[in-house]
């Protein structure tokens, strides 16, 4: 009796987890779908954060990054690790919204948890001047909303099949 127990539970717990992975396939395939269909900032503001930040990676993997998620980012979101020399972050703000020094510090402290020594800020705003120049100096790339904007154009003509995932 143990013995069908212990199997239905197995089986079950296999089950769930095909589920969630067909899930999260189609999940990923939808995000592919928004990528091609962005036009303009306000249609990456619309976004959850979550979506908003595979937008994002989908964007680096159709650049052929090999990317992965990192765990929970400090403010909720999550890291984006590219080809494990590059952690960024997605930052999704108001177009107006300059990104404080801060932020900076805090991904320069997950940097160095994930013992990466490369970032990235990604934002729909921009960037404060005394940001700026605390990211040249700790070797951090500042992309601003029309630059994201740009990246998303360039992909966006890419056939997603045709690249090559890890």
Known sequence: MLMMYLFLFLTAWVLL????????????????????????????LFLSLQDY??????????????????????DGGNGIIL??????????????????VEQARKLTKHMQDNEIYRGMIITLGDFKPSTRNYCHINVITCIDGNQLLQMLKKVQSLNPISIKFP
């Not at 997605?90 to 107006?96: G, L, S, T, V």
């Open 53 to 74: 930040e595979y937008v994002i990676a989908e964007v680096f993997r159709r650049s052929g990054y090999k990317v992965r998620m990192s765990k929970k980012f400090a």
């Open 83 to 100: 080809n494990d020399l590059h952690y960024v972050v997605a930052r999704k703000e108001a177009y107006h919204h300059l990104i404080e």
């Open 17 to 44: 987890e095909i589920i969630s992975r067909i899930l999260h396939v189609v999940y990923l395939v939808r995000i592919s779908m928004l990528v091609d269909s962005i036009g303009n900032k306000q249609d990456l």
